[in-house]
Nanobody, 126 residues
């Protein structure tokens, strides 16, 4: 059973930084792809950062240049470094896992991610 535990959320002022972590367990190797999603109140959950079909990093346009995703395979941990935070980044941030594409790489579609962490809240004040 895949388990994901996020940490690192908090409250910061606009322009500040946070680093989210997601500890993954319950699987070995690169069976699953990991990605970050977020959901603000009364908004749909959206993909923030992950890896694409070429296993390259990919980002939502709204966070490009400000957020950096990375993965430590030895620790089975996913990170999201967030800088220059804006009030519109306020949301619950989720780590999710989904099966890797048979032909390699990761899916971008949220529907392909079937394991979710409990989320960590990020609040950015102006």
């Amino acid at each position: 059973q895949v388990q994901l535990v996020e940490s690192g959320g908090g409250s910061v002022q606009a322009g500040g930084s946070l680093r989210l972590s997601c500890a993954a367990s319950g699987y070995t190797g690169s069976t699953y792809c990991l990605a970050w999603f977020r959901q603000a109140p009364e908004k749909e959950r959206e993909r923030v950062a992950g890896f694409d079909i070429f296993s390259s990093t990919s980002y939502a346009d709204s966070v490009k240049g400000r957020f950096t995703i990375s993965q430590d395979n030895a620790k089975n941990t996913l990170y999201l470094q967030m800088t220059s935070l804006k009030p519109e980044d306020t949301a619950m941030y989720y780590c999710a896992a989904g099966p890797r594409r048979i032909s390699g790489g990761c899916y971008l579609d949220i529907s392909r991610y079937n394991y979710w962490g409990q989320g960590t809240q990020v609040t950015v004040s102006s």
